[in-house]
DNA sequence: GTGAAAGCGCTAACAG
DNA sequence: CTGTTAGCGCTTTCAC
């Protein structure tokens, strides 16, 4: 079934079927209507290669991900997904893992497969680090980049200020009486980075020392974190809180905790489900995921349709700090 | 740059391009390695629509997910991405919801496609219901089912054993001395309908009575389950062991528990990165999405190349039980 | 072993 | 308002 099929049975010729399929108003209302009826009957859809050889464009949106398994890029994917959707966007998702190479690789493939856009989902990059993969792939296309800062032509960054959240939450925690907090974090990405900006102006804010001892790195699982917690317990590294980079690591520290029969207040970072499964249930920074998704496909569309200056290259919504168990406002 | 142009700067014909990028055997080893040089300093790739439009198929397969913000699906999703990129073909992700309507839609929308195949996580149906939209599917291209079992030309099932997994869990239980076994399951999908099977047999084989006020659905949220255990133990029902039929569900009945005092087995499905955050750490029955996923791509790869008889139908692996602290062997 | 040429199904410029 | 026609870039017979 072809356009030719449809031109013939409905006697027209497939340029007025192309025309009532793309929505031209250059066609008379009856013989839409005709041409409609057949498309119906026959269930007809035009083929999907075919037009994206014409206008080289399948509507397609590169995603790339770090770790689809992962609660956090799962989610944003899911939310990105149906706002796409929404919109007549299809997606193709590919998964990289932390490796900065592999990541550079897929936005060549994406690129190869002539994607329309490509969104970002976490920080393909380190801060310090060299982006020219980035940069390069935004003159083929516009890129955005959900909850990372790069400031390069053609590309949009929809972020959540998380260093204001992780800011806020150790200046409650010293309301709280808290004067050592620990800090245990797992990467350097951008949004890593700035948690740990947020971490110490947190502590001065608060009027609290900066000392190295409380700010640790560990891999981003529960066993790392369980175990650094129990070695640092273990040296007596007098602490009263402990805030984790991500929720996972936070209820490592939380497990370790109440090993040792020890009740201070601890925060996470993504308010994932996780953190409602902890015991006790896991205060959580709140990176509004829900926010940020529907926000990076509403700049992408506006991009898509109007053009590069039709969104702004920046897109900035605050943290909320999700209040449970393990820390009472 | 395309096939043209390349073409020219190797003075050959296109068709002779055509056959290098093609592997074809036809083509003298000096000309393949000149060819392969000018790809390579013009860093060309084929356009993949016109491409497509040749073949009709840009090695795109389709995945039709409930949920991917769920941890178990979004495992799925990411070992299938995964193992399907090794093999060099790509993925268009759409996510349904549990809406039966919706699903039938998608599954139409992936063949609009084009797509290769369709594999689908999780049950797109109830055992009992209507299958038709997936037979009629099937019949434009090959079915991969992860995790439940559809007997129809052209659809291939690669599951695990859940109701032996839980049989298993009851049998366990029984032989630690729980008589009353609490199962809290949230859907009667075909997989949901197993486990429930796997309940009955559990508690036949154990020469346990089987009674339906043990027997609950809850929705698949922590919420519910711990609401739903709160009541019953206010009705004093004499459970001493529970399952859920998802780790989120046997978390919320731990929830439950431990707020009254009460200390009894629990057992989680999915063996998801829930179980290990929930405290006590969840015993889960490990429905091997490891093995599955893997599996089925190998499936469907088969079928691909070698067409529909040059794969089972049906392939089923044994689910395993992970015990954590909150049932021990 | 290589080239010429006919599609694949659609869009869009152009002519009427 | 409608039809004709020239691509879009690649694969694949069919000759040579």
Redesign the interface.
């Known amino acids: 079934m072809t356009i030719y099929d449809i031109a013939k049975a409905c006697g027209v010729s497939i340029a007025t079927v192309s025309r009532v399929l793309n929505n031209s108003e250059k066609v008379s209302e009856k013989t839409r209507q005709k041409v409609l009826a057949v498309i119906q009957e026959e269930n007809y ?1 035009p ?4 037009r ?2 014409g206008l ?1 464009s ?1 509507k ?1 949106i590169g995603l790339l991900c770090t ?5 956090f890029y ?2 944003a ?3 990105v ?2 706002e796409l ?1 929404q919109r007549g966007l ?6 990289t893992g932390n490796d900065l190479n592999e990541k550079k690789k897929y936005i060549q493939f994406l690129l ?3 994607v329309d856009a490509i969104i970002l989902i976490g920080s393909p990059f380190r801060e310090d680090g060299d982006n020219s993969h980035v940069a390069e792939a935004a003159h083929e296309v516009p890129i955005i980049a959900i909850n990372s800062l790069l400031e390069l032509p053609n590309v949009y960054s929809v972020l959540c200020d998380e260093a204001s959240g992780i800011e806020l939450a150790v200046r409650r925690l010293a309301d709280n009486g808290c004067r050592n907090i620990l800090y245990l974090y797992d990467n350097l990405t951008y949004s890593g980075q700035q948690k740990i900006r947020g971490y110490r102006e947190g502590l001065e804010a608060a009027g609290l020392q900066k000392q190295d001892k409380f700010l640790c790195q560990v891999s981003k699982d ?1 066993i790392s974190a369980q175990q650094m917690v129990q070695r640092l317990l273990k040296q007596q590294l007098p602490f009263s809180a402990i805030i984790g980079s991500e929720d ?1 690591i936070a ?1 490592g520290a ?2 370790a905790l ?1 090993a040792a029969g020890i009740e201070i207040p601890v925060i996470g970072c993504n308010n994932s ?2 953190a ?4 006790p249930s896991l205060t959580s920074i709140d990176n509004r995921l829900d926010i940020l998704c529907p926000a990076a496909v509403d700049v992408l569309t506006k991009i898509l349709d109007n053009g590069p200056q039709a969104a702004p290259s920046q897109t900035v919504f605050p943290a909320i700090i999700q209040y449970r168990e393990s820390f009472k406002e």
Chains 1, 2 share one sequence.
């Open positions: 859809s083929n999907p290669f075919a994206g050889l080289d399948m397609m770790d689809v398994s992962d609660a799962a989610k994917v899911s939310l997904e149906h959707k299809d997606m193709m998702l590919v998964c190869k497969k002539h529960l996972i209820i939380q497990k109440s489900v996780l409602e499964c902890a015991t």
